[in-house]
């Protein structure tokens, strides 16, 4: 899918995209503000991305411990998956 995406975006011109991406972007916003799961789901996803990638390593990096050691086991593991890859 990655792939795809990116082959789709090198056929677009910058223009095309700009608009696309502003008009998803303004969409994605009104998702939030009307969709409580979404909001929900959205908040959770980004907890999990803060805690795997930027909490628990810059702690191990001072050598600190917290109580629950940066645990993401809040999510179910496929989604956690689906972030951390």
């Not at 795997?52 to 001072?62: D, F, N």
Request: aromatic share 2%.
């Amino acid at each position: 899918l990655k792939g795809e995406c990116e082959r789709l975006a090198d056929e677009r011109p910058d223009s095309v995209d700009d608009e696309a991406a502003e008009i998803l972007e303004k969409k994605l916003a009104d998702s939030i503000k009307i969709n409580p799961l979404l909001r929900m789901n959205r908040a959770e996803c980004l907890l999990a991305l803060f805690l795997s990638t930027v909490e628990k390593p810059k702690l191990e990096m001072l050598g600190e411990d917290v109580a629950g050691g940066s645990m993401v086991d809040f999510i179910d593991s496929d989604r956690l998956e689906v972030l951390t890859s």
